[in-house]
């Protein structure tokens, strides 16, 4: 193969000889590979029956080949593809009378629906400025940002998997003088590096700040609960459809607070009181969800063997006056 480039026809010859040791019952195999998109390369698929039902017992074998001529197509620099299809079929003659594998068939596309979104998609902007507006709409914004991350990876992604990482801060129009609500901003910003139509992890977190007085007493009730409130949403990026489970059951026990919250241990997410939403994102709209910190013997009767602690965080939240939007 020396000074001979990888086509097609070499990937259907390496893949033959990999993928014929069928397992017993296989009479079709498809594969669906990705090229490197954002650091990930995606392979699904394999080996099925007549049914249609999958069969092989270890498909990593049969990944690894098509991985690795998928590879040494995309380094040999011919037409440009993103994606490969792979198809194989069985021989109409047993194998162990010919000794022969199955035919396979490989074929490349470019595909445009999985390009990643890069680092100055105006997506990014897009979010912000909607989130912007919904705040703007209910009170007045702070300049700047209470806590920002301003390091990204090659791809736009911080901790939130997108570019945006920060907390901002509002004087709400229903609240008392000193009353003041922070909110992330970043975890609906579309995912960085990769190009599903979602708005991150589809929802945005509010935090009515804690009570305190004086000026100097705010400033550092603002930086703990700031402090928190990153933490927090580091935790709702790295769940699982956050938004979904406190839709569910209204309102869960979501983390433990640190000695310097006290009186407050633990920290209830539920949604917005008045049920808002932030419109206007790149791909629709996301909830505000409300995190609520309580004290331990708000939750006192909190069922450890119940999932998310919902009934106790319920019943907490049944006993604040939640009136005052955030």
């Known amino acids: 193969m020396d000074g001979t480039a990888y086509v097609i026809a070499d990937a259907e010859r390496d893949l033959r000889a990999s993928l014929g040791r069928a397992p017993a019952g296989a009479v079709a195999g498809a594969w669906s590979a990705t090229t490197m998109q954002a650091g990930h390369a995606q392979i699904s698929g394999g080996y099925t029956d007549a049914g249609g039902h999958y069969v092989d017992e270890e498909p990593r074998r049969a990944f690894d080949a098509v991985g690795a001529a998928v590879d040494r197509l995309a380094a040999a620099g011919g037409p440009a593809f993103n994606r490969v299809e792979v198809r194989w079929t069985a021989d109409r003659f047993p194998l162990s009378l010919l000794g022969r594998p199955g035919r396979v068939r490989v074929e490349t596309a470019f595909d445009p629906a999985i390009v990643p979104r890069g680092p100055d998609d105006p997506a990014y902007e897009a979010a912000a400025a909607a989130r912007r507006r919904f705040w703007e709409g209910r009170g007045t914004l702070l300049p700047g940002y209470t806590a920002q991350t301003l390091q990204a990876n090659v791809y736009g992604q911080t901790l939130w998997f997108g570019p945006h990482r920060r907390i901002l801060m509002l004087r709400p129009r229903s609240a008392a003088a000193d009353g003041v609500v922070l909110a992330t901003d970043g975890l609906s910003t579309p995912w960085a590096g990769i190009p599903d139509r979602e708005n991150g992890v589809d929802c945005e977190v509010a935090l009515r700040l804690p009570e305190g007085h004086g000026e100097e007493a705010e400033a550092e009730r603002v930086r703990l609960w700031t402090n928190i409130l990153i933490s927090l949403g580091d935790r709702v990026a790295d769940g699982h459809r956050v938004a979904d489970t406190v839709a569910r059951h ?75 939007r955030l």
């Open 250 to 324: 209204g309102a869960i026990l979501f983390s433990r607070l640190p000695a310097e919250c006290a009186p407050f241990a633990q920290m209830i997410l539920t949604g917005a009181a008045d049920g808002a939403v932030i419109d206007g994102l790149p791909f629709g709209s996301v909830p505000l969800l409300e995190a609520v910190p309580v004290s331990a013997d708000e939750v006192a009767d909190d069922d450890p063997d119940e999932a998310w602690g919902a009934t106790a965080a319920c019943a907490a939240l049944a006993r604040r006056d939640r009136s005052r």
